[in-house]
């Protein structure tokens, strides 16, 4: 039987789509860059091609998001080190050490060597890497233990133990994404604009970054607070601020899901518990209110000390100084595919002469926090689709002024995209491979126009679509008038 010219199609995008990520996985190596920029270009124009072709088949799609992950199975990362990092706190762990405690530099200064392989594990996450203390949660710890529990004398081994961690995340991404879409109302195939995106595939699946495992947390957590399991919300957002830090920014902008909400969102349980509780008609919007209030601070309250809990079996008296100091080494010291903190870099070395990241770096989280609450209290967030808004442009202020954004950040970005009306971080997850011209420099340096090309495309961008937003809202006005 022929194959339709659709199918072929299909067929041959598939075909090109695995070499290209063949040749990525096995073959290229970060310091070449011209290469990479045509492989990841030529990636996003063959799976655009699969993801709108194959949209009616949820099925085949699913499949080959799997397959093409399965590619990296069996390669060591080419484009990032820190899964050598990993590997070291896994086996640490697993050799009754708390990788909290300890600096990989000291012991290989020492000629002292702790677990398997440690040589080659710190010559090859770097002496920058191994020179400070560890700054993975307790979750993430779990998944590198597992990874020495499985493969403890083999780096291949272990690569491959955690790359499986992670390709089952993306399954459970993929499980929870459509079932918030069908709650959304949108379409289903919009759950592989993640799932299909090349960024994801390389810079999660094959460069080992952890992610899929955070994001599955905060999906299965979104999922549940949408069914109106809120308690279970809160033990599961836990898991994922316990994998990565970064969903504390979100904490705030549950502010309205709880308190904003009206008495007409409520239950018909709560609303006749209301009413009856009631004795003026005045009073009665405050009922709500107030208990939502305080299931707010419950939520609030389960977040914190489960996500504390994960840390007790680590606790000692230094921990707390070690893992902030490793932390704030991200506002101190670090810079890397920067915005506006290079802009506002320029003008210090303008008027001081110097870099002013240690006054620049304290101002960012004040600038973050006022943003954050500026959405929560003047930004209706009270609908799952509200929320998740909120959410994406939340974390993306954060991304914009921030003095280092990896590539990999942006994954958080692009998931919470795929449930509302905004595009620009699938725009942003193209062309942040800029980035990777600053490893083409032995040693490795940024060319400030590949940064500047990039913003200039996600902003732009941005602007477009808010512009476009705003025009659509006015319509929608002017035709219910």
Request: aromatic content about 20%.
């Amino acid at each position: 039987m022929m194959l339709s010219r659709k199918n072929t199609g299909l067929l041959i995008a598939f075909f090109l789509t695995t070499i290209l990520y063949f040749y990525v996985a096995f073959i290229i190596e970060r310091t070449q860059f011209t290469q990479l920029l045509f492989l990841y270009v030529s990636l996003f124009a063959t799976s655009f091609y699969l993801l709108k072709k194959g949209k009616e088949n949820i099925k085949l799609l699913t499949t080959i998001s799997v397959l093409f992950r399965l590619i990296f199975l069996f390669s060591i990362p080419n484009l990032s080190q820190d899964f050598y990092r990993f590997i070291w706190d896994g086996r640490m762990l697993f050799e009754g050490f708390n990788p909290y405690l300890f600096l990989p530099k000291n012991f290989i200064n020492q000629q002292e060597f702790p677990i398997q392989q440690a040589a080659e594990l710190y010559a090859g996450m770097g002496t920058l890497n191994g020179s400070h203390f560890t700054n993975y949660p307790p979750l993430n710890q779990l998944s590198f233990f597992i990874a020495a529990l499985f493969a403890g004398k083999s780096i291949l081994g272990s690569v491959i133990t955690l790359r499986v961690q992670i390709i089952l995340a993306d399954i459970g991404i993929l499980y929870f994404g459509k079932r918030i879409l069908e709650k959304l109302k949108l379409p289903i195939h919009h759950i592989f604009i993640y799932a299909l995106n090349p960024f994801i595939i390389i810079e999660l699946t094959g460069n080992l970054h952890f992610e899929p495992v955070m994001l599955f947390f905060l999906i299965w957590s979104l999922y549940v607070l949408f069914n109106n399991k809120w308690i279970w919300a809160a033990i599961i957002l836990a898991c994922s601020i316990s994998v990565k830090l970064i969903p504390l920014l979100f904490l705030p902008l549950f502010y309205q899901w709880f308190v904003g909400r009206s008495l007409d969102s409520a239950t018909n349980n709560e609303k006749l518990s209301f009413l009856h509780r009631q004795e003026s008609k005045q009073n009665k919007k405050w009922i709500p209110a107030f208990a939502g209030m305080t299931k707010l601070v419950l939520f609030y309250v389960i977040v914190i000390s489960t996500s504390l809990l994960f840390f007790l079996p680590f606790y000692s008296s230094e921990l707390i100084d070690n893992y902030l100091n490793s932390v704030g080494l991200w506002f101190r010291n670090y810079e890397f595919n920067a915005s506006f903190y290079y802009l506002f870099r320029e003008i210090g070395y303008l008027f001081r002469g110097y870099n002013e990241i240690a006054i620049i770096g304290k101002i960012i989280p004040v600038l973050t926090i006022v943003f954050l609450g500026f959405i929560t209290f003047f930004r209706k967030n009270t609908k799952p689709k509200e929320l998740i808004t909120a959410l994406l442009f939340g974390l993306s202020f954060y991304y914009f002024t921030t003095t280092t954004m990896h590539p990999w950040y942006l994954a958080t970005l692009v998931l919470l995209s795929v449930f509302t009306k905004y595009r620009f971080p699938i725009v942003w997850s193209l062309v942040i491979i800029l980035s990777y011209q600053a490893y083409a420099n032995t040693p490795w340096k940024e060319n400030m126009w590949f940064v500047a090309l990039e913003y200039v495309i996600v902003y732009g961008f941005l602007i477009w679509e808010l512009k476009n937003k705003k025009l659509d809202t006015y319509k929608k006005i002017s035709e219910l008038r």
